[in-house]
């Protein structure tokens, strides 16, 4: 079946560093991923989404990395501020089903 | 505000007690799901809704019912809940398969 998955349980960078949180998913099939944040007591928040035909998007500190074929992507967040701190989840729609599957998450916990 | 709005955000009950966690979104999205999440298991899909009056089971759906009734709301019941269901609830909702999902704030539901 269909898996996602996070390389590293926990991050920890310096205030001011740049980090890279990556995920590996299973099926080459999959076309759209999607990055999340989730911070103490909250639900998941939408943080940037890429799609297959692309291979880089960013957005406002965040830059998305996909390279289908290893079937990996990455979440860079320049200039990690403490406000970064929280856990971050890769998520990859089910192929033609409503189902969201979502890796375990990375703990990110940015030192002042 | 787009929103996905649960209540409540904190329920503790007994075993074998029937309960009703609601979910509204006002985005008019079509789809919309049921999550719970667990320490070291993630995200996991309950059911899902693709429209009105369509529903269906996610990855772990025993022991929950739902209902889509009307677009806006969709209502997680347990019927006669127990202590394995002590989790982490999540509403999410989303416009199309391929689209990011809104989660709402998250239900504590713990069962004695």
């Known amino acids: 079946g269909e898996s996602v998955g996070l390389h590293l349980p926990t991050l920890s960078v310096q205030e001011g560093d740049n980090s890279i949180i990556n995920c590996a998913y299973s099926?080459?099939?999959?076309?759209?991923f999607i990055w999340y944040k989730q911070e103490s007591g909250k639900g998941p928040q939408f943080i940037i989404d890429?799609?297959?035909?692309?291979d880089k998007r960013q957005g406002q500190r965040v830059t998305v990395l996909l390279n289908k074929t290893v079937k990996h992507l990455s979440l860079q967040i320049a200039a990690t501020q403490p406000g970064d701190s929280a856990v971050y989840f890769c998520?990859?729609?089910?192929?033609?089903?409503?189902?969201?599957?979502f890796g375990t998450g990375t703990r990110l916990t940015v030192i002042p | 505000e787009a929103q996905v709005t649960q209540n409540p955000r904190y329920l503790i009950t007994v075993t074998g007690k029937k309960l009703t966690v609601t979910c509204s979104q006002n985005m008019n999205h079509e789809y919309m799901s049921w999550y719970r999440q667990d320490p070291g298991l993630g995200l996991r899909q309950i059911y899902y809704s693709m429209n009105v009056e369509v529903t269906d089971k996610g990855d772990v759906p025993e022991g929950y019912k739902v209902s889509r009734k009307e677009k806006r709301n969709f209502p997680l019941i347990l019927e006669s809940p127990s202590p394995n269901q002590t989790s982490l609830y999540f509403c999410?909702?989303?416009?199309?398969?391929?689209?990011?999902?809104?989660f709402g704030q998250g239900t504590r539901l713990t069962v004695v």
């Open positions: 998520a990859v729609p089910q192929t033609g089903a409503n189902n969201l599957f």
């Open positions: 099926n080459s099939a999959s076309d759209y």
């Open positions: 999410a909702s989303r416009l199309t398969v391929d689209t990011e999902a809104f």
């Open positions: 890429i799609r297959s035909n692309m």
